[in-house]
Structure formats: structure tokens, C-alpha cells
């Protein structure tokens, strides 16, 4: 079964760090670029991070520059968003995607790739 499973989501404190993993199984991740997404209740699924199949380009929105870093583990087939400084407005359930995409970037627009798979998403809930 082909499937992306995400984990460590959580309730944290203001300030506070979480680390999300998002875990293949099935099939490689070598040969996908990974988004991380969220989707908050009463709005539209917002892209949080991509992160290239070379692993060595990442993009992400200015609302979460400098705070969140995606990484991956070729090893492991997995792919992370670490997640610092958190605030309440990042509260959402966070999504990873993969996108069958062959070159070795992210682009800016990458909310628009083919993500063909998806995973079940989980919960993140930053209040004091």
C-alpha cells in the first residue's frame, strides 16, 4: 500500500518547537519533491515548505521563513518540518504531499505540483 503517514504533532506553547515527520511506505521518496501544507478551520490549504528531491532546495512563504526548516532523510524515506518559535496562528492540521517532479529545485510556485499523495495530516495546536 502506497501511503504517507505524518506524526509529532501536539499542543505546544507559544515559543515552543515541534518536529513533524511524514514517513513513506510503498514506495521511495527519492524521486518526489515533499510539500508540507496545513489548512486551518475556515481556511484554505496554505503550502508551508517544499523541499526538492536533491534535498538541497527548499522554499517557503515568508510566514513561516526563518522558523520553520523541512529536511529529508533518504535513508529513513522521510521527510521532517521542524517548527520553531511557534505561534497561535499556526495552529492547523499539517499535511505532507509528495510530487513526482524531476528537477532538482522548488520552484516558487510549487503548491501547484502534482501532489499525488497525501497523508492523513495531524494536529498542531500552539496556545498558552
Known amino acids: 500500500q502506497l501511503q504517507l503517514v505524518e506524526s509529532g504533532g501536539g499542543l505546544v506553547q507559544p515559543g515552543g518547537s515541534l518536529r513533524l515527520s511524514c514517513a513513506a511506505s510503498?514506495?521511495?521518496?527519492?524521486?518526489?519533491?515533499i510539500g508540507w501544507f496545513r489548512q486551518a478551520p475556515g481556511k484554505e490549504r496554505e503550502g508551508v515548505s517544499c523541499i526538492a528531491r536533491s534535498g538541497s532546495s527548499t522554499n517557503y512563504p515568508d510566514s513561516v521563513k526563518g522558523r520553520f526548516t523541512i529536511s529529508r532523510d533518504t535513508a529513513k524515506n522521510a521527510v521532517y518540518l521542524q517548527m520553531n518559535s511557534l505561534k497561535p496562528e499556526d495552529t492547523a492540521v499539517y499535511y505532507c504531499?509528495?510530487?513526482?517532479?524531476?528537477?532538482?529545485?522548488?520552484?516558487?510556485?510549487?503548491?501547484?505540483?502534482?501532489?499525488?499523495?497525501w497523508g492523513q495530516g495531524t494536529q498542531v495546536t500552539v496556545s498558552s
Open positions: 510503498g514506495f521511495t521518496l527519492d524521486y518526489y519533491a
Open positions: 504531499a509528495a510530487a513526482r517532479y524531476e528537477f532538482p529545485y522548488c520552484p516558487d510556485d510549487y503548491v501547484d505540483l502534482p501532489f499525488d499523495f
